[in-house]
């Protein structure tokens, strides 16, 4: 019983590293968590548990709250790549096909919100194409109410703000 669960240990890691692999792009834990679980890959608990484990080896990196495979990774997912079953690489395959633009559209439009102060919190938004932040915001708000609405409809509005303060701010001809 031991040598499947440690089996099932080292394959569920390999997903984790063949998933990051194919979508070639930093991802969210949300996005990993969709993947797997809209597979039903695993489930969530072992995924935060190989996720942390992973990053803990360096075969992946966490990096402005995304993931992304180390060269590390990418060396242990060639080695034993073959014991992934081919159905479950074909299934992530199908699904890194179908979702990759939306998952790259999701990542474009960043928006978190901290506690600063008893009465203060900052909603920082932006918005990043190609890795280069094209804007960023940082608003001071009264309460978390504020900034999570802010944050909510950052992903909507992010372009009418930039282009207002793009006409604001150059000369019109």
Not at 33 to 61: G, T
């Amino acid at each position: 019983m031991l040598n499947y669960e440690i089996q099932e240990l080292a394959e569920n890691k390999l997903i984790i590293l063949y998933i990051l692999n194919r979508i070639d792009m930093p991802i969210t834990g949300e996005q990993i968590n969709r993947i797997i679980l809209d597979n039903n890959l695993m489930n969530y608990f072992y995924l935060r548990q190989y996720l942390n484990e992973l990053e803990e080896s360096k075969f992946i990196i966490l990096e402005d709250n995304k993931y992304n495979l180390t060269d590390s990774g990418l060396n242990a997912l060639k080695l034993f790549f073959k014991h992934i079953p081919e159905e479950t690489r074909k299934k992530i395959d199908e699904y890194v096909v179908i979702n990759k633009e939306k998952f790259k559209q999701e990542s474009q439009y960043v928006a978190t919100y901290y506690r600063k102060s008893a009465n203060e919190y900052i909603a920082n938004c932006k918005v990043i194409e190609n890795e280069i932040v094209l804007i960023e915001i940082n608003l001071s708000l009264v309460n978390a109410q504020q900034a999570k609405i802010v944050c909510d409809n950052w992903k909507q509005k992010s372009n009418d703000v930039y282009s207002y303060i793009i006409k604001a701010l150059t000369p019109q001809e």
